[in-house]
């Protein structure tokens, strides 16, 4: 069984904004330091209020040489909520991000390795720590701390144009996470009733698309978006990439039999409708919590050999950024959660 998160982009959550971090499933034997900063307000040189957030991760097992993951994002909301999102991926060197736990001190200092889009020369002070174990192995230690320096990005967009001070200040929380092999396992599941979707991954003018829905009802009260996506390639520097999203509100998903159908919400940055039909219907269950008692979640999906059409496509209208429009026909699924 397939199943689709809320958002595209895999991210997890510290204290309440998303982080690059490594899945603690089956990682038993990782370690990694990571950064997130605080989603800072800032206005842009074209005057665009945004969300600005610097994520890093680098991989601390003994032997591993990897680079360093480094994102810049800027988003018109919570970074990879509603709203868009922009996040620049750069692949800097090991060097560019370091902590040390005797002192409380870290850095991300790109110097070269970010241009054409500018750098990054910020000092991370430490304020305050906890450690916790993980469910199955490991531990996380979350390091708080405070997080200045210089901030000198060019988005290359247009539209937002770029963020550039020689004294930047995040607000705080700002966290370091250091993770000694931690495993959580799967955890505890809380009980939901919701509906996910997803359509053909395609390649438009910009690089490679992908769409996909997700709506989800909470003490009787619906919500239900949409989301579209794009990776592209950047040229300089080497291996570097932007991921563009964009996510709206949209009317709950129809289900008649084995169809699903999707439509839009008129006046909203997203247009078309679709429908995911066909395929092989696949009937699975887990336990999961709902107020502290355990009880047991049902899926039934529709992800082998559903057929998806759109005779138009779904526009997605980037106000910072191309358009994207989904695939008219394609491979799609999707998939029904409730409990007992």
Not at 53 to 73: C, E, N, R
Not at 281 to 303: D, I, K, P, W
Request: charged share 10%; with cysteine; aromatic share 6%.
């Amino acid at each position: 069984m397939r199943r689709i998160a809320r958002i595209v982009v895999v991210v997890t959550t510290v204290a309440g904004f998303a982080a690059v971090a490594p899945s603690p499933v089956g990682a038993a034997a990782g370690k990694s330091l990571s950064l997130a900063s605080h989603a800072q307000s800032v206005k842009t040189s074209t005057g665009k209020s945004l969300k600005l957030q610097i994520t890093a991760l680098k991989m601390t097992t003994q032997g591993d040489t990897s680079a360093v993951l480094l994102s810049v994002t800027l988003s018109t909301g919570t970074p990879y909520g509603r709203g868009e999102t922009h996040s620049w991926r750069f692949s800097p060197s090991r060097g560019s991000f370091t902590y040390s736990a005797s002192t409380g001190k870290g850095s991300v200092s790109t110097g070269k390795e970010m241009q054409p889009f500018g750098l990054l020369s910020l000092t991370f002070t430490k304020t305050g720590q906890s450690t916790s174990k993980c469910a199955i192995a490991g531990s996380v230690t979350n390091i708080k701390g405070k997080l200045h320096g210089k901030v000198d990005v060019d988005t290359s967009l247009s539209a937002w144009g770029s963020v550039s001070s020689t004294r930047f200040t995040f607000a705080t929380p700002n966290i370091i996470s250091i993770s000694n092999g931690c495993n959580g396992g799967e955890g505890k599941v809380p009980c939901s009733v919701a509906t996910t979707w997803s359509g053909p991954s395609s390649a438009d003018q910009s690089g490679s698309a992908y769409e996909s829905g997700y709506a989800v009802t909470v003490s009787g009260t619906t919500t239900s978006t949409i989301t579209g996506s794009r990776t592209t390639s950047l040229s300089k520097p080497r291996g570097a990439s932007r991921a563009d999203l964009l996510t709206a509100v949209a009317p709950s998903p129809s289900i008649n039999s084995s169809m699903l159908t999707v439509r839009t919400k008129s006046g909203s940055p997203v247009s078309g409708s679709a429908t995911i039909s066909g395929g092989q219907a696949s009937n699975t269950s887990q336990a999961c919590v709902l107020n502290g008692h355990q009880r047991t979640e049902h899926f039934t999906s529709y992800y082998g050999g559903a057929s998806w059409s759109s005779p138009r496509g779904i526009t997605f209208n980037f106000k910072a950024g191309p358009d994207l429009v989904t695939a008219t026909s394609g491979t799609g699924g999707w998939s029904r959660n409730t409990y007992s």
